[in-house]
């Protein structure tokens, strides 16, 4: 079965460190590819995604993330972070499971927690 | 624009009984999916919803049930409830799909006793 794995469960960093939070899934075929943030008290929503074309995607408040088909990874990075960005993390892939059936497949999430 | 919606937001069933759960999607939004999130297991997908047809499943038992009305809102059923069955059950919709950029709502937050 298809699985996303987050290699960090806990990240603490001071301000201003540099983030990458690692993304590996198991599926052989074409893949859509996403990061998803949940601040605290809010809803979970979308930061970033990627469906074809170049494999560095940017999306919103600074944060970036590289396909590398090769390495079956999508790791999430943002060069400078603040204590705003505090959070917990989701990596997810659109996958196709037998049957026909699609299925959006969540990692476990990685909380971050940055201090000033 | 308003976002999604779900009701309650909060539930205390006990064990053996159903519940049904709410989700109003944002206006236009034809696809409804439902995840499950505990600490244990994460955040799971449960179904898709499209134009009032099952699309996809996951992997959960046939106690979880669904199903979506003309207005694309959509309600979850669970039936002999079970202490594993506390969790945030999350909905969230999209134009489309999962190809699509998923809106999530606050959830409803299920303890069962």
């Known amino acids: 079965a298809q699985s996303v794995s987050q290699h960090n469960h806990h990240v603490i960093l001071s301000e201003a460190a540099s983030l990458e939070l690692g993304c590996n899934y198991s599926?052989?075929?074409?893949?859509?590819l996403f990061w998803y943030v949940q601040y605290p008290g809010q809803h979970l929503q979308l930061l970033l995604k990627y469906f074809s074309g170049d494999p560095l995607v940017k999306g919103i408040k600074g944060f970036e993330a590289e396909f590398i088909k090769s390495k079956f990874s999508f790791n999430l990075r943002k060069p400078s972070v603040q204590w705003s960005d505090t959070a917990e993390y989701f990596c997810?892939?659109?996958?196709?499971?037998?049957?026909?059936?699609?299925?959006?497949?969540f990692g476990a999430g990685t909380r971050l927690a940055v201090h000033p | 624009k308003a976002g999604v919606t779900q009701t309650p937001r909060y539930l205390i069933k006990t064990r053996g009984q159903q519940v049904t759960l709410s989700c109003s999607p944002i206006?236009?939004?034809?696809?409804v999916s439902w995840y499950q999130q505990t600490p244990g297991q994460g955040l799971q997908f449960l179904f898709e919803?499209?134009?009032?047809?099952?699309?996809n499943k996951g992997n959960f038992p046939g106690r979880f049930s669904g199903r979506q009305f003309s207005n694309s809102r959509s309600e979850m059923n669970v039936s002999t409830l079970e202490l594993g069955d506390s969790a945030l059950y999350l909905c969230?919709?999209?134009?489309?799909?999962?190809?699509?950029?998923?809106?999530f709502g606050p959830g409803t937050r299920l303890t069962v006793l």
């Open positions: 919803y499209f134009s009032e047809t099952q699309r």
């Open positions: 969230a919709s999209s134009a489309a799909g999962f190809t699509d950029t998923q809106y």
């Open positions: 997810a892939v659109n996958a196709q499971e037998s049957g026909g059936y699609n299925k959006l497949i």
């Open positions: 599926y052989g075929g074409t893949v859509n």
């Open positions: 206006s236009g939004h034809r696809s």
